[in-house]
Nanobody, 126 residues
Framework: QVQLVESGGGLVQAGGSLRLSCAAS????????????MGWFLQAPGKEREFVAA????????YYADSVKGRFTVSRDNAKSTLTLQMNSLKPEDTGVYYC???????????????WGQGTQVTISS
């Protein structure tokens, strides 16, 4: 079992930047963050949750939704068991609840993450 806790949401103007963080922890002594792929999903108002970004366990491979390519950067620090989403050139359509997610692979993470955080609200004003 993995616990994920997000932080860093808030209200910013369009064109601005925001940085989200996620702290990961496991229930077993031997658990390490590098065991799982991690990423982010967005649930915009009135819409289903959708994939935003994913990064492999070792951090060597990253994947992005077309809507955020070139604007968002996902990174991780396994020594600190943390995941970060740097969001630049924000648009009103980026508004919603961002969820930190985890899965055994980046493929699984992009469709059916096994682990979810509680979410953090991001609001972009026009």
């Amino acid at each position: 079992q993995v616990q994920l806790v997000e932080s860093g949401g808030g209200l910013v103007q369009a064109g601005g930047s925001l940085r989200l963080s996620c702290a990961a922890s496991g229930r077993t002594f031997s658990w390490t963050a590098s065991m799982i792929a991690m990423g982010w999903f967005l649930q915009a108002p009135g819409k289903e949750r959708e994939f935003v970004a994913a990064i492999s366990g070792g951090g060597g491979r990253a994947y992005y939704a077309d809507s955020v390519k070139g604007r968002f950067t996902v990174s991780r620090d396994n020594a600190k068991s943390t995941l970060t989403l740097q969001m630049n050139s924000l648009k009103p359509e980026d508004t919603g609840v961002y969820y930190c997610t985890g899965a055994l692979s980046t493929t699984a993470l992009q469709t059916t993450p096994a682990y979810w955080g509680q979410g953090t609200q991001v609001t972009i004003s026009s």
